[in-house]
């Protein structure tokens, strides 16, 4: 039974990342609830363990094995039966508890951004107490690699998905579009032109990749490089940014 649930965003995957109450947070928790998404991704579960070893926590660490979606289904449904299996893991791992006391979830980029470890929590029965310590975000990450602020002078910002992008396009009217967990390269489908992007994998890590510039001259770009790294590195996150140049003094 799950009584306290600590969620800790843990930024890219760097300890670097997680704030100094997240570092503390570890140290408290009396569990660590660590998935295993198989060989191909087992580098993730090392970047979540060097993150446990610096925080120096006594907390007992439990592993489970992630489980993969069911593509047969329709991808809100898929989506649902997904959650509700990822929270049945989480249980049955804590039949495996010797310690009493906080559980803690180390959670990619920020819990409360495009991310579903809440949805999760609130699967639990009962529902546990939820605390949530937020991280560096997949979109702070970006804009600080590569040195550009998030929005242009007096501009809206608009956070979206790939899926999303590939239904709608982008906005009319928005001057800046932060696309994430897009696994298809959705700017593909976009009309490149008066488009600049900011594109990065990876971040702060030492396999980041960074391109920028006009969409027309290094869509392609990003396209080969992306392949070549998850195929070099078996999973790959990246993010990245999107910026009209209709008024190219307005981009900043």
């Known amino acids: 039974m799950i009584r306290d649930l600590w969620l800790i965003g843990i930024g890219t995957g760097s300890e670097a990342h997680v704030t100094l109450q997240g570092m503390q947070a570890l140290r408290d928790a009396a569990v660590i609830l660590l998935p295993l998404k198989g060989e191909e991704k087992e580098t993730l579960a090392i970047l979540r363990q060097r993150i446990i070893t610096a925080s120096r926590t006594d907390a007992q660490v439990l592993t489970f094995d992630y489980p993969v979606r069911d593509p047969a289904l329709p991808y809100l449904e898929r989506v649902s039966a997904w959650h509700d299996e990822i929270a049945r893991r989480w249980q049955a791992a804590m039949e495996n508890a010797a310690a009493i006391g906080p559980v803690a ?35 702070q990450a970006l804009t600080a690699a590569h040195a ?33 967990l897009d696994g298809q390269c959705s700017f593909q489908e976009l009309d490149p032109e008066g488009l600049h992007i900011w594109w990065g994998a990876y971040l702060a890590s030492e396999n980041e990749i960074l391109i920028e510039g006009p969409l027309h001259e290094v869509g392609n770009e990003i396209v080969q490089k992306r392949a070549e790294a998850r195929a070099r590195n078996g999973w790959i996150m990246d993010s990245y940014l999107l910026r009209r140049e209709d008024n190219p003094s307005r981009l900043f």
Do not use: C, Q
């Open 105 to 139: 979830l180390l959670v990619w980029g920020d819990p409360s951004l495009y991310d579903s470890t809440l949805r999760i929590a609130a699967r639990l029965t009962p529902k546990p107490s939820v605390r949530l310590i937020p991280g560096i975000t997949a979109i």
């Open 148 to 180: 550009i602020p998030l929005n242009s002078i007096n501009g809206p910002v608009h956070i979206t998905t790939g899926r999303r992008l590939r239904s709608s396009g982008v906005p009319s009217g928005e001057t800046t579009v932060v696309v994430m």
